[in-house]
């Protein structure tokens, strides 16, 4: 029997308690290593951590000022980027919804005779101020032509456009308004191709 002198350990308790201590050092290393032991970063902080700190405060109103002109014109091309692509959170209210993204399919995917509005409207104004009265007479003539074409082609367009909207979305609310939607349809066919926002989604004959 040992005799045990008062403020000093046994040898095996000493080698237990260190043996304990270094196993409990290293278990905590390795759920550190492993990333154990902590919450998950959320994704903004994560992102936030990627990105770098924080730019400091500005110092002179003049900063302050051109950071907020900054920000303002990166929202201003993010808007419209997102407008341009058929973003429902950046189109305005009269583009939004489902609806109204099929009535631009639509008219997106067959040549409109209103496409060439433009085109034919600058020649014919051309022609009425030609000094020839011959080249005035046609380019009226040419004019009002094109004009009762246009009017035929957006009848059809209006029919193609209520029968697709009541095959796909006999039960939506907005459906039920063909007429402001063939307005819609119409006024967008009038516009050149290229020049059409929300730009087209659709190849030409997919309709």
């Not at 900054?70 to 609806?99: C, F, I, M």
Request: aromatic letters at 6%; proline letters at 9%.
């Amino acid at each position: 029997m040992k005799l045990r002198l008062p403020g000093r350990r046994d040898s095996a308790e000493t080698t237990t308690a260190s043996g304990a201590d270094a196993s409990t050092d290293l278990t905590e290393q390795l759920a550190r290593a492993a990333g154990k032991g902590r919450p998950t970063p959320k994704r903004s902080e994560a992102q936030g951590r990627r990105a770098g700190p924080p730019p400091p405060p500005p110092t002179t109103r003049k900063e302050a000022y051109k950071r907020m002109r900054q920000t303002q014109a990166s929202r201003r091309v993010e808007s419209r980027a997102g407008a341009a692509r058929g973003d429902d959170n950046y189109l305005p209210a009269r583009d939004r919804g489902p609806v109204r993204k099929l009535v631009r399919d639509v008219v997106d995917s067959r040549r409109n005779v209103g496409s060439f509005f433009l085109v034919i409207a600058a020649v014919a104004l051309v022609g009425t101020i030609a000094p020839s009265p011959a080249i005035k007479n046609y380019s009226t003539i040419v004019l009002l032509g094109f004009f009762l074409v246009m009017i035929a082609d957006s009848v059809v367009l209006g029919r193609r456009i209520k029968r697709k909207v009541a095959e796909r979305f006999p039960n939506e609310p907005q459906a039920k308004r063909t007429r402001g939607l063939v307005w819609y349809g119409i006024s967008r066919s009038t516009m050149i191709r290229r020049w059409r926002f929300p730009k087209p989604e659709v190849p030409l004959g997919t309709e």
